[in-house]
Nanobody
Framework: QVQLVESGGGLVQPGGALRLSCKAS????????MAWYRRGPGKSRELVAY???????TYADPVKGRLTISRDNSESTTTLQMNSLKPEDTAVYYC??????????WGQGTQVTVSS
């Protein structure tokens, strides 16, 4: 089992920045990839960023150049640095861990609101 806890959400003005963190615990050695998803108001959940142990990193087109995913394996933490935020980035953000046992684990989510 893997447990994930997100933090760092909040209210920010357009053009501002936030840094989300996802702390993993449990059988973390089984994790081969981490991802961030989001669900905006009235929208379906979408993949925002992905990073795996092979070095593959991908971003959704709407966030390219503004959001950066990074992993600190020594701290079992995955972060999502979000710059130049837009109102359309408003969503609940979730981190996901992909395990070698085939399971996908989710955090509880953290709210990001971009508004003036």
């Amino acid at each position: 089992q893997v447990q994930l806890v997100e933090s760092g959400g909040g209210l920010v003005q357009p053009g501002g920045a936030l840094r989300l963190s996802c702390k993993a615990s449990g059988i973390i050695a089984s994790i081969y990839a981490m991802a961030w998803y989001r669900r905006g108001p009235g929208k379906s959940r979408e993949l925002v960023a992905y990073n795996d142990n092979g070095g593959t990193t991908t971003y959704a087109d709407p966030v390219k150049g503004r959001l950066t995913i990074s992993r600190d394996n020594s701290e079992s933490t995955t972060t999502l640095q979000m710059n130049s935020l837009k109102p359309e980035d408003t969503a609940v953000y979730y981190c996901q861990a992909l395990s070698t046992n085939g399971h996908r684990y989710w955090g509880q989510g953290t709210q990001v609101t971009v508004s003036s």
